[in-house]
């Protein structure tokens, strides 16, 4: 019903940039809601980003904020993160998420309780 399909890691140095992209398809009511999430082995899942894929309103974690923007291009049924100043701490499996919006909850919001999920993209940052 929807795909999500991720873009764009790679291999940077400590103080790089990256641009991470999330394609999206399927019914758009059940994608309202999007976000990037990070994981490494041994940790949890941390939410990095967030979106309201219609609306635009967006929210980053601590973490990343001055660093990491969020954006969508409604038309393309994109989502973007753009990485700035990498750090090693950064290095992570990144996953892109997605759900209506309809089971409660705020959205943009950074809690992993997302229905739809790509099969995430490594973004690995060398010191």
């Known amino acids: 019903q929807v795909q999500l399909v991720e873009s764009g890691g790679g291999s940077v140095q400590a103080g790089g940039s990256l641009r991470l992209s999330c394609a999206a398809s399927?019914?758009?009511?059940?994608?309202?809601?999007m976000g990037w999430f990070r994981q490494v082995p041994g940790k949890e899942r941390e939410g990095v980003a967030s979106i309201n894929f219609q609306g635009g309103a967006a929210t980053l974690a601590d973490s990343v904020k001055g660093r990491f923007t969020v954006s969508r291009d409604f038309a393309k049924n994109m989502l973007s993160l753009e990485m700035t100043n990498l750090k090693p701490e950064d290095t992570a499996m990144y996953y892109c998420?997605?759900?209506?919006?309809?089971?409660?909850?705020?959205?943009?919001?950074?809690?992993?309780?997302?229905?739809?999920w790509g099969q995430g993209t490594q973004v690995t940052v060398s010191s």
């Open positions: 399927g019914n758009r009511l059940l994608r309202v809601c």
């Open positions: 998420a997605a759900d209506s919006g309809a089971r409660g909850g705020y959205c943009p919001r950074l809690t992993s309780d997302f229905e739809y």
